[in-house]
């Protein structure tokens, strides 16, 4: 079923191909963001995905590393988009987060296909604000795919973004 997977892939590109972030205004994908910020309640780390056109919000998603350590806020989101919505139209959506995405999550967020990514505070940010992080930015990670990248925005709502993580404390560990 090699002939399978290779057409499932040019499918999957050609659509990705249809997601045009630059057609989603800022104020959409700032609505967007507001709800991932909303989430923040427990963790700073907090994602939602929407519908690449409607901007319906489809799925959420909160770190969850206290009870398993690839529980990123982006990857609980992936999970509970396909919960909802089956392990389809990747390239239909896109999905904002609080802090930019690490490699793991990067990774996963190309893997699936996904439309786009917009993240509110960037690696250095998260860095300065005490939390570990890669050196890899998520334009690393998607500069270094050769089979696929996503369209990225960074510095959505970022001065609300910066403010939960510099402001973690408020939250449980
Ligand atoms: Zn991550």
Redesign the pocket.
């Known amino acids: 079923m090699c002939l399978c997977a290779a057409g499932l892939l040019s499918n999957s590109q050609r659509v990705n191909s249809k997601t045009n972030m630059a057609s989603t205004s800022l104020k959409d994908h700032e609505a967007a963001m507001q709800v991932a910020i909303d989430l923040a309640t427990q963790s700073p780390f907090c994602a939602v995905i929407t519908n690449a056109i409607s901007g319906k919000i489809l799925a959420k998603g909160v770190n969850a590393t206290p009870s398993n350590p690839i529980l990123?806020?982006?990857?609980v989101c992936m999970n509970n988009y396909v919960s909802l919505m089956g392990n389809k139209n990747w390239s239909a959506i896109i999905l904002y987060t609080t802090g930019e995405?690490?490699p793991?999550?990067m990774s996963a967020l190309i893997w699936a296909g996904i439309g786009g990514v917009v993240f509110g505070s960037s690696i250095n940010t998260i860095k300065k604000s005490g939390i570990a992080a890669f050196e890899y930015s998520a334009k690393d990670i998607n500069e270094a795919s050769s089979f696929s990248q996503t369209q990225l925005i960074g510095g959505v709502l970022e001065t609300q973004c910066d403010a939960l993580f510099l402001n973690r404390k408020k939250f449980n560990p």
Do not use: T
């Open positions: 990123h806020g982006e990857i995405p690490c793991m999550c």
